[in-house]
């Protein structure tokens, strides 16, 4: 995850003066970014389809960064069909970075 939140920031997708927030902590990007990035990917096309593997990731900035025991959701709207929602609880701890499985 690390090289992937890099590229992103190299691309400026997070603000593009931001450091890397994976292992600098307080150097998030100035508002909420959320990024993709794709394990599997069979074709070059943005549609996850079967048997390819993508990974959401938030960078929240400063001002928005969770809490330890609080509740964030991550909605996913697609072209057709119901949204799919995700509601996590942040752990009491968090490090650089946590998996929200």
Same mark, same amino acid.
């Given at each position: !995850?690390?090289? @992937? !939140?890099?590229?992103?920031?190299? @691309? %400026?997708?997070?603000?593009?003066?931001?450091? +890397? *927030?994976?292992?600098?902590?307080?150097?998030?990007?100035?508002?909420?970014? %959320?990024?993709? =990035?794709?394990?599997?990917?069979? +074709?070059? +096309? $943005?549609?996850?389809?079967?048997? $390819?593997? @993508? +990974?959401? /990731?938030?960078? =929240?900035?400063? %001002?928005?960064? *969770?809490?330890?025991?609080? $509740?964030?959701? @991550? $909605?996913?709207?697609?072209?057709?069909?119901?949204? /799919?929602?995700?509601?996590?609880?942040? *752990? *009491? !701890?968090?490090?650089k970075f946590?998996? !929200?499985?």
């Amino acid at each position: !995850m690390t090289a @992937a !939140m890099a590229a992103a920031n190299t @691309a %400026a997708c997070l603000g593009g003066g931001s450091a +890397n *927030p994976i292992g600098s902590p307080g150097t998030g990007p100035a508002t909420t970014k %959320a990024v993709v =990035y794709w394990t599997v990917q069979k +074709n070059t +096309n $943005e549609i996850l389809e079967p048997g $390819e593997h @993508a +990974n959401l /990731v938030i960078v =929240y900035s400063n %001002a928005d960064r *969770p809490s330890p025991s609080q $509740e964030v959701k @991550a $909605e996913l709207i697609l072209d057709s069909g119901a949204p /799919v929602e995700f509601q996590r609880t942040m *752990p *009491p !701890m968090v490090d650089k970075f946590t998996n !929200m499985g």
